[in-house]
């Protein structure tokens, strides 16, 4: 062909280049709007068309926290009373008395609060994972329930565990959005807003305990779900005043609901610390921080046992998940330290050891040190 050997000219090129002019004038006008939300906010003018100023830089860049400072600065001008207008026919000096600042209408608050956390959502929406805006959302409910009655301030709290539990449904992973729900869920058990007869705040523990289970169910590979999950337990068991037999229950349950996910997936980490989280029900050092502090030393040693029969049957169908090695050697030396001895399977170690080093070579030197601790020949 007669093109050979002649370079050719990309038709991209002019379009690159009018990308690159359009970016620059968005550089400009970002930089202008900076320098003028500036100079009115060190002209101390904190007014609705300032807050407008800061809603057009925040939604350009919501990472701004700067801006985040000032827009909740301008707000509290906004919720605080306002100065009586000036009288030309009376003054201060002739009544003897001045007029008290008068506090803006719980509707206006109401208005700017909606308003804003309109505002924030459309901002969540995009920027699921920024710092700034969960903060932002947090601190308008707790100005708002300095100046609203309890019953719009419930509604705008239970309007915010409904919004979260869709943001979690959209990304269940979500650790903003889990940590989130922690707080609000903190602030409608309050006997602020949720008093019970006994005069304390009612608890939600049940109800959020059931909702780990939900999201689990939809996504087992989920930190959040399963770390909320180990903190509601105890609180559940307490509140019940439950007994040894219902705590062992609840632990048999927990087990057998671990031990189904692992065969599912052995590879998922978020399951095996989960896993460990229950294991440490067998450790005399922290067993009275667990679910069942009362088993007896027999009984934690049959647990383990059945708990290192069920990881060798997980061997015969996936040896190639370091996980299981891990936790093998792990409930090993638990074992070790609970009876001061060997477990029966102590003929596998060695295999488990060099496993071990084959599928986690960054960490050889770790589990060398471990073989040595057990005192065997290779």
């Keep these: 062909m007669a093109s050979h050997g002649v370079p050719r000219v990309s038709e991209f090129e002019p379009r690159a280049e009018q990308a690159r002019e359009k970016e620059l004038q968005k550089i400009e006008e970002y930089k202008d709007l900076v320098d003028l939300l500036q100079s009115k906010i060190n002209e101390r003018q904190y007014t609705a068309e300032v807050l407008q100023l800061t809603t057009k830089l925040l939604t350009l860049n919501p990472e701004y926290y700067t801006i985040w400072n000032q827009r909740r600065r301008i707000l509290?001008?906004?919720?605080?009373?306002?100065?009586?207008?000036?009288?030309?026919?009376?003054?201060?000096?002739?009544?003897?008395?001045?007029?008290?600042?008068?506090?803006?209408?719980?509707?206006?608050?109401?208005s700017l609060l909606s308003n804003d956390l309109a505002f924030v959502f459309s901002l969540l929406r995009k920027f699921p994972k920024c710092y700034w805006i969960w903060n932002h959302r947090l601190w308008l409910l707790k100005r708002g329930s300095l100046h609203l009655p309890r019953s719009s301030i419930r509604d705008l709290w239970k309007g915010e565990l409904s919004l979260v539990g869709k943001m979690l449904t959209l990304d269940n992973r979500n650790f903003h959005g889990w940590g989130y729900r922690q707080r609000v869920v903190e602030v409608l058990e309050s006997e602020e807003l949720s008093p019970g007869p006994d005069g304390k705040g009612t608890s939600?523990?049940?109800?959020?305990?059931?909702?780990?289970?939900?999201?689990?169910?939809?996504?087992?590979?989920?930190?959040?779900?399963?770390?909320?999950?180990?903190?509601?337990?105890?609180?559940?068991?307490?509140?019940?005043n439950s007994s040894d037999v219902e705590r062992e229950t609840m632990l048999n349950d927990e087990l057998t609901m671990i031990q189904e996910a692992l065969y599912t997936d052995s590879h998922d980490q978020s399951l095996?610390?989960?896993?460990?989280?229950?294991?440490?029900?067998?450790?005399?050092?922290?067993?009275?921080?667990?679910?069942?502090?009362?088993?007896?030393?027999?009984?934690?040693?049959?647990?383990?046992?059945?708990?290192?029969?069920?990881?060798?049957?997980?061997?015969?169908?996936?040896?190639?998940?370091?996980?299981?090695?891990?936790?093998?050697?792990?409930?090993?030396?638990?074992?070790?330290?609970?009876?001061?001895?060997?477990?029966?399977?102590?003929?596998?170690?060695?295999?488990?050891?060099?496993?071990?080093?084959?599928?986690?070579?960054?960490?050889?030197?770790?589990w060398e040190d471990l073989e040595k601790g057990f005192g065997l020949d290779g």
């Design 76 to 110: 509290q001008d906004l919720f605080a009373p306002s100065p009586p207008l000036e009288e030309t026919h009376e003054s201060p000096a002739t009544t003897g008395q001045e007029k008290a600042p008068e506090p803006p209408a719980r509707e206006d608050i109401l």
């Design 204 to 240: 939600m523990v049940k109800e959020e305990f059931d909702y780990t289970t939900r999201m689990i169910r939809t996504s087992m590979s989920n930190f959040s779900a399963w770390h909320r999950r180990s903190k509601l337990i105890p609180r559940l068991l307490d509140e019940a």
């Design 272 to 366: 095996w610390f989960y896993h460990q989280y229950l294991m440490c029900t067998f450790d005399p050092a922290l067993a009275s921080q667990s679910m069942a502090p009362n088993l007896t030393p027999k009984e934690r040693l049959e647990y383990i046992e059945s708990e290192m029969e069920k990881l060798i049957e997980m061997l015969e169908d996936d040896d190639e998940s370091k996980w299981i090695y891990q936790s093998l050697i792990q409930l090993t030396m638990l074992f070790k330290r609970c009876a001061g001895r060997l477990p029966t399977q102590v003929g596998s170690l060695l295999e488990w050891m060099a496993s071990l080093r084959k599928l986690d070579p960054l960490r050889r030197g770790r």
